[in-house]
C-alpha cells in the first residue's frame, strides 16, 4: 500500500471488551497502514488508549475531545486535520474483516468515479442469551430491518448507501464531511450528497462487516424511534416527504396492533385464531433467516420480528405530527 489510510470512529461509553474487539479488528488488517483518530468523551480517553493502541497494522492512535457524544460532530473531528489520502470510517460495534481497508482502497484507487465503498452489516449477537441471539437473528432479515441493499449479501453494484463506508479524504471535506445536525441516519444523508455531485457509491461484495447488535428488546426499540424520529428531520431539512409506500409502512404497524386489540375486544375466538396464524406465518418467515437455531431462539425472534418496523413508526409519526 502507497500510504497509510486513515480511519475515523466516535465512541461513548462503550464497554472495554467491544473497545477491544475493535483495536483487534483495526490491528489485523491486512496490506494496511493505519492512522486511527478516536472523538469521545474524556472520561473515555484512558479506556479507549488501552484498547487501541499502535500494534500490527495500527501505526498511530489519536483521541480527542467529543463532549456531547454526538456521532456527526465527532466524525468531522476526527476528520479534520486528517492528512491522509483516504479515510474509512468505522465504530465500536463493527468487527471489520481482515481485508476491509484493502479492499476499500483497492476499489476506490481502481475508479475515480466511485466516491464511497462500503460492505454488507452482518448482525452478530451481543451475548449469548436468548433474547440477544434472537435480536441478532431478526436484523439479519433484510426485510425487517429496512431493506437497504447493505443488509443484503447481494452483488457489487452501485446503491443509494452503505454501511460505514470509506472515502477519498478531500473529498470527503469538499462535500462538508457529516451532517452536525443529524444525530442518525447520517450515513444515507451523506451518501445522497455524494450521489447529488456526480460520483457513485459503491457497495462491494462479500465485504462483510460484523455488526455487535443490541442486547435488550428496550434497546432495540430505542435505536429504531431515534432512526425513525432522524428520518423525519431529515426529510424535513431537505424538504422531502415521504412517499405513499413509506406512509403505509410508518402507520401500518400501529394500525395492525390497533386491529389486532379491536378484534380482541369484540371477537376474543377470532383473535386468538388470529394470532396463532400471525405466529405461524412469522415462524414460516424465519425460516428463510440465515442461520440456523433453535427452538427459542427462532420463537423469541418470530415474536420480535415486528419490533424494529413499530418503533422505527413509533419515532417517526410524533416527529411527523409536530412538523
Known amino acids: 500500500m502507497a500510504g497509510a489510510v486513515g480511519v475515523v470512529a466516535v465512541v461513548a461509553g462503550e464497554p472495554q471488551e467491544r473497545l ?3 483495536g483487534e479488528a483495526l490491528a489485523l488488517q491486512v496490506r494496511a497502514e493505519l492512522v486511527v483518530r478516536v472523538a469521545a468523551p474524556v472520561e473515555d480517553h484512558a479506556r479507549i488508549r488501552s484498547a487501541i493502541r499502535p500494534e500490527g497494522a495500527i501505526r498511530s492512535v489519536v483521541v480527542m475531545a467529543n463532549p456531547t457524544g454526538h456521532r456527526s460532530v465527532g466524525l468531522n473531528l476526527a476528520l479534520r486535520g486528517l492528512s491522509t489520502e483516504l479515510v474509512c470510517r468505522v465504530d465500536a460495534r463493527s468487527r471489520p474483516g481482515a481485508d476491509h481497508v484493502a479492499r476499500c482502497v483497492s476499489r476506490l484507487t481502481a475508479d475515480p468515479t466511485i466516491g464511497v465503498v462500503g460492505g454488507h452489516q452482518v448482525p452478530v449477537p451481543g451475548e449469548g ?3 440477544a441471539r434472537s435480536i441478532a437473528r431478526v436484523l439479519a432479515d433484510p426485510v425487517v430491518a429496512g431493506g437497504a441493499a447493505y443488509r443484503r449479501r447481494s452483488s457489487s453494484g452501485d446503491v443509494d448507501t452503505v454501511y460505514l463506508g470509506a472515502f477519498r479524504t478531500a473529498e470527503l471535506v469538499a462535500v462538508g464531511g457529516w451532517a452536525d445536525d443529524l444525530a ?3 450515513d444515507f444523508e451523506l451518501c445522497q450528497r ?3 455531485a456526480g460520483q457513485r457509491v459503491w457497495l462491494e461484495a462479500r465485504l ?6 443490541r442486547v435488550r428488546v428496550r434497546d432495540l426499540w430505542a435505536q429504531y424511534a431515534a432512526f425513525g424520529s432522524a428520518k423525519v428531520r431529515y426529510w424535513q431539512r431537505d424538504g422531502f ?3 405513499p409506500r413509506q406512509l403505509v409502512g410508518l402507520a401500518g404497524p400501529w394500525l395492525g396492533l390497533l386491529a389486532a386489540v379491536g378484534l380482541g375486544v369484540w371477537h376474543p375466538g377470532l383473535a386468538g385464531a388470529g394470532a396463532l396464524l400471525a405466529c405461524a406465518v ?3 418467515a424465519d425460516a428463510r433467516r440465515p ?5 427459542g431462539v427462532r420463537l423469541t425472534a418470530a415474536l420480535l420480528t415486528p419490533v424494529p418496523a413499530m418503533a422505527f413508526a413509533g419515532g417517526a409519526l410524533p416527529a411527523l405530527v409536530r412538523s
Not at 462483510?208 to 447488535?213: A, I, N, Q, R, T
Not at 442461520?291 to 427452538?295: D, E
Open 129 to 131: 442469551r436468548v433474547v
Open 208 to 213: 462483510d462487516v460484523d455488526y455487535e447488535s
Open 184 to 186: 442518525s441516519n447520517e
Open 194 to 196: 455524494y450521489l447529488a
Open 291 to 295: 442461520g440456523t437455531a433453535g427452538l
Open 241 to 243: 416527504r415521504p412517499a
Open 282 to 284: 412469522l415462524l414460516a
Open 20 to 22: 477491544e474487539r475493535l
